[in-house]
Nanobody
Framework: QVQLVESGGGLLQAGGSLRLSCTAS????????MGWFRQAPGKERNFVAS????????NYAESVKGRFTITRDNAKNTVYLQMNSLKPEDTAVYYC???????????WGQGTQVTVSS
């Protein structure tokens, strides 16, 4: 059974950068399409970015295009989210998710808090 562990969250000022990591354990985790989502206080969880298992195709929410970059290192079973030019509205709990033998995201990490102050 695959498990996801996020890390890299923190508190920083607007305009700063942060890199989140999501390490997967379990068999065949490098074959899963992966994604990042976020949930701000009192709001629904929203899609941020995704990457196919090969790393060839990526997709981003409009609100983060040009600022965030999703990458993966299958040798390390790790997916990254590089976040630049952070804004206070990026404040949220960020979750990593995997499509483990599914067309839907069916495995989730515990989340990591990102807080951006103005």
């Amino acid at each position: 059974q695959v498990q996801l562990v996020e890390s890299g969250g923190g508190l920083l000022q607007a305009g700063g950068s942060l890199r989140l990591s999501c390490t997967a354990s379990g068999r065949a985790s490098s074959t899963y399409d992966m994604g990042w989502f976020r949930q701000a206080p009192g709001k629904e969880r929203n899609f941020v970015a995704s990457i196919t298992w090969s790393g060839i195709r990526t997709n981003y929410a409009e609100s983060v295009k040009g600022r965030f970059t999703i990458t993966r290192d299958n040798a390390k079973n790790t997916v990254y989210l590089q976040m630049n030019s952070l804004k206070p509205e990026d404040t949220a709990v960020y979750y990593c998710a995997a499509k483990a033998y599914s067309s839907q995201y069916n495995v989730w990490g515990q989340g990591t808090q990102v807080t951006v102050s103005s």
